[in-house]
């Protein structure tokens, strides 16, 4: 039995001063018998959270990472600087870094295997725009995204979390039904059962648009879980109800 795993994404907000409310109020909220937390948050803030969240259950990671291992890259920030902090895991392949950074395919599985090495636990997003839904190439894109890391973290694959998140449903207020979500995720369990014997604790999120509204009936779904947060994750009492669903 996978325990359910509710990842906060962030994205480009907060402040020392926004997060240190935030944080008080989810360690005063978070109850561990429910579901594993982790924050994900910009990499400023990473001490914060470490100083913050030491010992109290609430994991926190990144949103990104180089792919290179170190060096003369001005700008990059490394997996082992990521753990450095304390990081346990880190977002790899968000739509929002495919779309406005062109990230490749094969960007993103170099990027899984570096966090790997590093003793991360990268979470992987897939997902299809809305064009490729109604062109009925969903499970096609999302198959090539997750194929790409498969193939480059090899017997690792097990310790990979995926999430998939419909593009057409990050930032819109939109959300796949629970029916849509479990059908993809249905084929991503395939994937990964095909390339390891492991692949009951992969964990795949579904990450779009979950809220307090919609949390429960996609949770309750046999192969979604856990959720990947956007805005929902920046309010205490939304991104609790979100666990508490769970
Ligand atoms: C969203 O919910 O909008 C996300 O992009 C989560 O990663």
């Not at 880190?90 to 003793?119: F, M, N, P």
Request: glycine letters at 10%; proline letters at 3%.
């Amino acid at each position: 039995m996978r325990k359910k795993l509710i990842v906060g994404n962030w994205k480009m907000n907060g402040s020392q001063a926004a997060n240190a409310e935030l944080l008080a109020a989810l360690k005063a909220g978070f109850n561990p018998a429910q579901s594993e937390l982790a924050l994900c948050a910009p990499a400023p803030y990473l001490l914060q959270l470490q100083a913050a969240l030491q010992g109290s259950g609430i994991d926190w990671g990144a949103q990104d990472v180089s792919a290179h291992e170190g060096g003369a890259y001005t700008g990059e920030v490394s997996a082992a600087m990521l753990r450095d902090c304390g990081s346990r895991y880190v977002i790899v392949g968000h739509s929002e870094r495919r779309q406005y950074h062109g990230e490749s395919d094969d960007l993103v599985a170099l990027k899984a295997q570096r966090a790997l090495a590093a003793g991360l636990t990268p979470i992987v997003c897939v997902g299809e725009t809305l064009p490729d839904r109604e062109a009925g190439r969903t499970e096609f894109v999302v198959k090539r995204q997750l194929s790409a890391v498969i193939h480059a973290v090899g017997h690792c694959c097990s310790e990979i979390v995926v999430a998939y998140e419909p593009v057409w449903a990050i930032g819109t207020g939109l959300s796949a039904s629970a029916e849509q979500a479990q059908a993809v995720h249905a084929v991503l369990r395939a994937q990964l059962r095909a390339a390891t014997a492991q692949a009951e604790r992969n964990r795949i999120l579904y990450g779009g648009s979950m809220n307090a509204a919609n949390a429960a009936e996609l949770l309750r779904q046999p192969d979604i879980d856990g959720g990947l947060i956007g805005g929902a994750s920046l309010k205490a009492a939304s991104f609790l109800s979100i666990a508490a669903a769970s």
